[in-house]
């Protein structure tokens, strides 16, 4: 291992030394990252840490549901024995999650090196989204070398998500079977499960995976406001996956155009009435001023949002007369009124739809909303982050109804954390 970092740090010293080598290799990586393929980048990365004195790494990614990490091939193009290489690398098994170093890492977004320091797992992520994690490898890891470690995680994480787009690889490897073509269609209109900035953060969770019906959400930041949109069609089939699509397009057109909330619930009605006529559609449309807590929703149909506040749900803070769906042109013309609140720091809003309310066991027993609240109260008190709490609670609440959910489960966590 090269000692990068070590020696005096006047100018001209081995420290400056160090970053302008390390600087190099990550402009090597980012000029050679612009026409590599998707199965490029695991070996480019690879290519990269074995230059900065490393002993190699491999690329993971967290499969849709998060419960496996699964690693991506790796030609390793500048090793002897090539093939026999990317060969043993296609073998690589996935990682458990909730059972591996890898997964604690991935889990709590904290660098773990092995009791004999000879490996280190790197969380990659993007913005505030996880991702997967880096697996990188040397004789005795130092610190120096975990953080060339997290730069590179950086880095490779930049160069997978840009691809993701458009490379087939890094979405096949990330599923465990087949996808129907209403959830092939939702997903494409879903955006990142997190996003975040350091006044509020948004995550949100979406089963059954391979095959939701009418469920979808949507999360998006604009000049200090977090805009968010629940919607549930009715229905579990082709034309249902439609009418929420179409359902967030006309959210998206109308608030990037400057609609208010009442504008986008009066373009959702038309939308429904003229091109997905006799589907019902339940919604949440909310949006938080991120920079003085003022929460404005309207509900159309839904259950009410649940306001946490230091540990505990504020009853019925956020129930208010609900609207009717829509679908039945009532708000084509007349939209139904927003309601306000205004939020303490470190407040949460929950946003979830009735398949996670009533999912029922074998034995008959409804998921309920307290133990909805209860789960991820007791996560983050644990000390989880919001995404990882979802995660947890989406494994609860498939194991409540044996692995197989009869209605889409959607769940949009948002949290006001406001900077002093």
Not at 240 to 258: E, F, H, I, V
Not at 326 to 354: N, T
């Amino acid at each position: 291992m090269q000692p990068y970092g070590t020696g005096p740090h006047p100018d001209g010293g081995v420290r400056t030394v160090a970053a302008d080598r390390t600087g190099a290799v990550l402009a090597w990586v980012l000029e050679r990252s612009h026409d590599a393929s998707a199965r490029q980048v695991p070996a480019l990365i690879d290519a990269a840490a074995r230059r900065l004195g490393l002993g190699g790494t491999h690329l993971y990614l967290a499969d849709l549901q998060q419960v496996r990490l699964v690693a991506l091939p790796q030609l390793a193009a500048d090793r002897p024995g090539t093939r026999e290489a990317a060969e043993a690398d296609e073998r690589v098994e996935a990682l458990d999650i909730d059972g591996s170093l890898a997964g604690l890492a991935y889990r709590g977004q904290q660098v773990q090196v092995s009791r004999d320091r000879g490996t280190a797992w790197v969380p990659m992520v993007d913005g505030v989204e996880r991702v997967g994690v880096l697996q990188a490898t040397g004789p005795a890891l130092d610190q120096r070398d975990v953080q060339t470690c997290r730069t590179l995680a950086a880095l490779a994480t930049l160069v997978v998500v840009s691809k993701s787009t458009h490379n087939d690889l890094l979405v096949v490897r990330g599923r465990s079977r087949p996808m129907t073509l209403q959830a092939e269609l939702v997903w494409a209109f879903l955006p990142p499960r997190t996003i975040g900035t350091s006044q509020a953060t948004s995550t949100a969770l979406l089963e059954p995976a391979y095959d939701i019906g009418g469920d979808a959400f949507d999360h998006n930041f604009s000049d200090g406001l977090l805009h968010l949109t629940l919607l549930d069609a009715m229905g579990h089939d082709l034309a249902s996956g439609g009418a929420s699509a179409a359902g967030l397009a006309a959210c998206r057109s109308t608030r990037r155009s400057g609609g208010t909330l009442a504008d986008i619930a009066t373009t959702i009605e038309r939308t429904l009435q003229k091109w997905v006529p006799d589907r019902l559609m339940t919604g949440i449309l909310a949006r938080l001023d991120t920079h003085h807590g003022e929460f404005t929703w309207i509900n159309c149909g839904h259950p009410p949002p649940l306001l946490i506040r230091d540990g505990h749900v504020v009853p019925a803070a956020l129930e208010r007369r609900a609207q009717l769906p829509f679908g039945l042109g009532f708000h084509a013309e007349a939209p139904p009124p927003p309601h306000r609140v205004r939020l303490q720091p470190r407040d949460r809003v929950l946003v979830y739809s009735d398949g996670v309310t009533e999912a029922r066991s074998a034995a008959g027993d409804l998921f309920g909303e307290a133990r909805l609240a209860d789960t991820v109260i007791r996560s983050m008190a644990s000390g989880a982050t919001a995404p990882e709490a979802l995660r947890r609670l989406v494994l609860d609440l498939l194991t409540h109804q044996d692995q197989r959910l009869y209605d889409d489960a959607t769940i949009l966590l948002t949290e006001w954390h406001p900077t002093p």
